[in-house]
């Protein structure tokens, strides 16, 4: 084996923000021979300082390596930054959050420019980046050869989840998990708006509420297999009609505490719907026929 044998491979960053200033950190840390660019001055030069090369443009960014990261605010900064930019045989891959229909766009639009394109929806935040056990991943979906090829470039901030060719489903995994995860946020501040005027330390309660949104994690599985097989009322313990009963001792105490029910509300409304259709021995999985239109 040479010793080019064991020369990491090279790659261009577009977007030095905190997640982008990250990743660069992570492929420095690595070995990585990295060209960075950003719009704004500044941000580029402690990275150069610990190795990076800076371009003085994207255009320039981009020639400099065959695989080219842009990780910018939204959408509509990868367009201003690449509209004039020669993409011509490069592997372009987006880990700016957008939509599934914008990364679908994006990955046309970069194909008609001679490009191959990956999206990737990053599933962390930025200290988790490059930080071994932390559980950052990022899904990625798009073109499997690119994928491939780049894997172990890829896989050096973060995990890495490919979620299929369609290149909108890696946007739709994250957007998915993020939209479950202010869910979940939203019961969180109910909750602790119902203590809040009592003599109850927020931080004696927070385990406790730690421990059970755990403790139900499970039912995301069962929900899972209960629409994968259409029989919502398979295996459930507490049934439609019990919880709908119940909602009304929640919205009552939260009268009781002077809280506002406006985050409980909408959910309980779509279960008491299922109810008035006559499935109040299924589970609350029905609530998902209700919301898709
Ligand atoms: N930070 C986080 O917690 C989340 C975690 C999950 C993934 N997101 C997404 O990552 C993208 C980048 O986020 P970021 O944290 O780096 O964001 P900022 O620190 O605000 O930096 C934004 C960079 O984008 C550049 N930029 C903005 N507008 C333009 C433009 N029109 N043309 C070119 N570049 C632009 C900005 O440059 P500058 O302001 O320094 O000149 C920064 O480099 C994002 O999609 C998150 O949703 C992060």
Redesign the pocket.
Known sequence: MNDNAFEKSPLTLL???????ALARAWLAAGHPLTVW???PG?AEPLAAEGALVAPTAAEAVAASGLVVV????D??VD??LTDVDLAGKDLVD???STPAQARARAAWARERGARFLDGG?M???PMIGAPGSGAYVFYSGSRPLFDAHHDVLAVPAGTSYVGEDAGFAALHDVALLSAMYGMLAGISHAFALVRKENIDPTTLAPLLADWLVAMTPSVHASAAQLADGDYARGVVSNLAMQVAGSATLLRTAEEQGVSSELLTPYLALMKRLLADGRGNESTTGVVDLLVR
């Open positions: 977007g030095l923000g905190a997640m982008g200033t950003n719009r704004g941000r990780c910018l605010l939204d509509a900064s201003e930054t880990l700016t959050t990053i962390a935040v930025p």
